[in-house]
């Protein structure tokens, strides 16, 4: 099988508060999966469980502290100009796309900037062909576009802009951290919905970052839920959503907190002691809310087992024998 993108034992450790009190918080934690070529696949969570760490480390803008990440088979390498060629190809959805872009700034400026830094167009109008082209693919034309500042476009008209601008380099795969998490709910479907035709007609993949578990439901393939650092379950989306075996997949279902709308991507979000504490906890991070916990969970971190093709993290799992 072909992978496009393999994660292997992400892990990032983070020091937190001051000489006296120092913390450290493995934001996340021997994280492994991959992605295959025209795939979207989903990493879902609530808010805190390291979801744009993980993120930023695939992007590179933050060093792993130890795992690897392949990319069409190259090894991720330490040095800033191997990043380049790394990361070719692969293109970033922001959450907020007010953040995006420069307000004083004329959204087309943008448009036609990367396609001189990328060389894509030999002329003017070359150009305006290629921004209309991408402009067709996310829904816009570009009479609406042409001329306007970021504030005369609403969250969802802006956010299919940023797309078109992503696709603008014919990536092969998109990393999207929380695309959709400030878009009025109504506008929410039409763009994941996106994300769904460019697989189809482009075979373009999708590392769908959200907290929102009905568009990942509905867009995903393979879907894995994090949980304080880890990833307490993973398969495809069917099997894992509407037969979850992790007791967090269950409670999720149930309850799906909103992401914070005013974090942006670069912003680091502020956890409460408890959900801190959870993080520094043995064994299961999860114990302290599992219902179904054993005195095992206190003390020892679940392996990782399949059932099935679904990878849970999950005493209960490792030992079925038990309750
Ligand atoms: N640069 C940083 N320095 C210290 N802690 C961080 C940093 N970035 C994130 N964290 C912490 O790592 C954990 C995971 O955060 P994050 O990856 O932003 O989660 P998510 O995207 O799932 O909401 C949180 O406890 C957060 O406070
Ligand atoms: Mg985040």
Known sequence: MDKLLEIDHLTKVFTLGSMLS????????????????????ALAGESGCGKTTAARMILGFEEPTSGEIVHKGKRDEKSKDKKVWFTEGVQAIFQDPFGTFNPLRKVERYFFETIRNYGLASDDGEAVELIKEKLNAVGLNYEEFSGRYPSEFSGGQLQRVSIARALLTEPTLLIADEPVSMVDASLRMSIVNLFKKLKEESGVSV??????????YYVSDRIAIMFRGHIVEMGPVEEVLMNPKHSYTKLLRESVPEADPTKRWSERISLSESEHEEYLRQGCKFAGRCPGAMDICKSE????VYVGNVFVKCHRYVNPTQP
């Open 22 to 41: 120092r913390v450290r918080i493995t934001a996340v934690d021997n994280v492994s999966f991959y992605i295959k070529p025209a795939e979207i696949f």
């Open 207 to 216: 590392l769908y970052i959200t907290h929102d578990l009905a568009t990942a």
């Open 301 to 304: 971190e679940p392996k990782d």
